[in-house]
Structures are given as C-alpha cells and as structure tokens.
C-alpha cells in the first residue's frame, strides 16, 4: 500500500528556521520532505511558475502527500489542491486567510508606502508583532530574517504592483487551517470568512494567544494539532466514494 507522506511547501526559504521546530516535530511520526522555491532575483517569476513546478513534483510522486504551509506557502498549497486535488491527502494551512492577498509582506508594503520611515524601522516594528517574545536578541534576528526575505524569497506584490491571486474556495481534499488568535495579518474575521470555505470534516483551529510565526513558539502544538488532524484523513491509496465527508464530523474549535 502506498503510504502518504508530508511534503512541506516552503516559497520563502529565508523564514524556514522559523518552521523547523514544528517540521521536525512531525517527522518524529511521519516522513517529512520539503519543498522549497528559489529563483534567480533576475527573473521574471509568477505564481503560475510555481504551481507549475509544485505539479511536477507532485505528479511524478508514487505516493499520496499532505501538503502543509505557512502563509504564502500555505495560501499556494491550498489554491494548488483546489485545482489539483489527485494524489494530495490533505492540505494544513497555517497562518492563511481565505483572502490570498492577505500577506504579511503586504502590511510591509502597504507601511512601507505611506510611512515616513526605514525600512529597518519598519521591519523591526513588525518582528515584535509578527512572533511572540520580548527578546530583543529574537526581535533582531527576525528582523533580518525578513529584510533578507524580501530581497531573496517570493514574496507577493511590491510596493509598485501587485500580481493577481485568486481568492480561496471550498476545496475537494481534507482542509485543516491553523491561526493565531493574536495574529494581526490574519484578522479576527477570517473564521467567518473561512465557514464559508470548509466543508463537513474539515477543522479550523486557533492558538491561543499565537502570533503570524506561530509555529517557531507553538511548534508543539502546532505539530500536536497537524498531527491529530493528518491521522484523522483516509487513506489517499484506497478508493473512496466522492462523499466520504459526511462521515465525518465537522470540527471548528476555538482552542
């Protein structure tokens, strides 16, 4: 039988360390590969290029994968398994809002355009919003993790023009989406926004007092909550009927 395997979608390679506690964690219990994107910063680079690799990868899988993502990431991962759901098993979406322009990097850029400060200065006021600590030692450290992810990584829009991403819709693949109840990209109405998406069977969950990185402070929980969920979804390798969702339970908890 082919067994499922967690493939972990990582678009922006500069941030990964603050994922690498909650990705570890679940290799305790699953095979975990990643898959991350990089691209010459000369290039001319859409999200139709990445889903267009991301498919490749997946295709010439053997086995069935759980696709798993943090922000832009997880926003890709889910749009690619809403138009491509053979082969995925599931798709676990942290820190995504059904609104796919909804980006830390675009609060960036939306300050970085009206206010009259740094880009440093900017950069070091959202680390102290985006990750739970009062170390100044962790505040700086994310600070030049995000300038370098700016430079480097793909990252959605600029300052001078956005590029088009279609909204989130109800997808045909198990859903699991994780939010920071602190978190101020995704805001507090995006569990309402998300009903609307997710069908019987799939699972919205809140950690508490989490932040936008919450998986490098909360990566227990996150990995426990990840987890829990990927042993719950059947077996991609066996036929399904198209309605197995209904027995399911439908689990939106508030924890």
Known sequence: MKTSYILWIDLQPSLY???KRTAQSL???????????????DESCDI??????????????????????????????????????NNISSVSALSVDTHSTNQWTSHYQSMRSQLPCS???????????LVNGNSEQIRSAVTR????????DFVYGSIVKSQIIENINKA????????????????????????HCLKPGDCYQKIANGRHFFPFTEWSQ???MI?????MVPDKSRKLVPDYYKDLSVSKTNS
Do not use: M
């Open 17 to 19: 360390c603050l994922f």
């Open 27 to 41: 290799s305790k219990n699953f095979e975990v590969k990643r898959w991350a994107f990089e691209h010459d910063l």
């Open 48 to 85: 139709n290029t990445v889903t267009r690799l991301l498919r490749q990868t997946i295709d010439n899988s053997s086995r069935p994968v759980h696709l798993v993502g943090h922000g832009i990431s997880g926003t890709i991962a889910y749009l690619y398994a809403q138009k491509y759901p």
């Open 119 to 129: 880009r440093f200065h900017i950069l070091s006021h959202l680390s102290s919003l």
């Open 145 to 152: 993790l995000l300038a370098r992810c700016l430079d480097n």
């Open 172 to 195: 045909n693949v198990p859903i699991l989406v994780i939010n920071g109840e602190k978190d101020f990209v995704i805001d507090e109405q995006s569990c309402d926004r998300w009903r």
């Open 222 to 224: 996150t990995s426990n």
């Open 227 to 231: 987890e829990s969920f990927i042993k």
